[in-house]
């Protein structure tokens, strides 16, 4: 059992657009980016306990829980300038970025803009490869399919992130989380696809850059090969850890994720 709050929701004006972000505890600022059809709700279990020493935000990306949609596309670029818009909002200077799946791809993005206010930069069951071509005519065909059947597709792209077995063990927070999921609207399924159908690899980011870079990677993930995980990781110099899990370790692997984010904390901390 984990200890469980609401957070208080703010928003800020982006581009005519409301973006919905919480703003909680005091120390050094961490920013949890959630990922797609997910929205700042995937943090209720990590917030309680990293929030006891430290500043945590965490922002609805564009189309998602309560942020609203802006346009056809959601780049990265525009996804991090929102993110931005609300950093500078609270007057933020420096930051640890944590990212899971599409926010990994976010933080990325961010760490071009503005690596100087990086202090460290964890990618949670994501990377900095762009698409396959298989993923992106994936992508294309679900944006066709979304229109005409939105309940079952998000149901089925949502469910196959887990395991036969973690679909049993945690049949009751994927249920949860499936709820916020089916209330991602329409266009910010599709955007929010276009967007990482376009991204280009972002290697170079993390092996160019001296902040602190962790990956974490589930083994049993259903996304990401973890073995190209471990590939990337000797590549762009980052620290990497692996769990039992597959791409949602923050259910999955809730206790040694709030474990490894707090060692993580601390380490880029410490400068």
Known sequence: KYTYFCVMQKSITFKNANISFSDQGKGTVVVLIHGFLENATMWKNIIPELSKRNRIITIDLLGHGKSDCLGYVHSMELFAESI???LRHLKIRKYILVGHSLGGYVSLAISKKNASKIKGLCLLNS?????SEELKTRR????????NNHENLVRMSFTNLFGEQSRI????????ALKEALKTPIQGYIAANEGMKLRPNRNHILAENNFKKLIIVGKKDSVLEYKNCLEEAKKT????????????????????LIDTLTDFIKLCSSK
């Open 84 to 86: 931005d818009a609300v």
């Open 127 to 131: 990377t900095s490869n762009a698409d």
């Open 140 to 147: 294309n065909r679900a944006n066709k399919m979304i229109q």
């Open 169 to 176: 063990t945690y049949k009751t927070a994927i249920n949860e």
């Open 237 to 256: 110099n980052s620290e990497i850890v692996v769990l039992n899990g597959g791409h949602m370790s923050h259910i999955e692997n809730t206790a040694i």
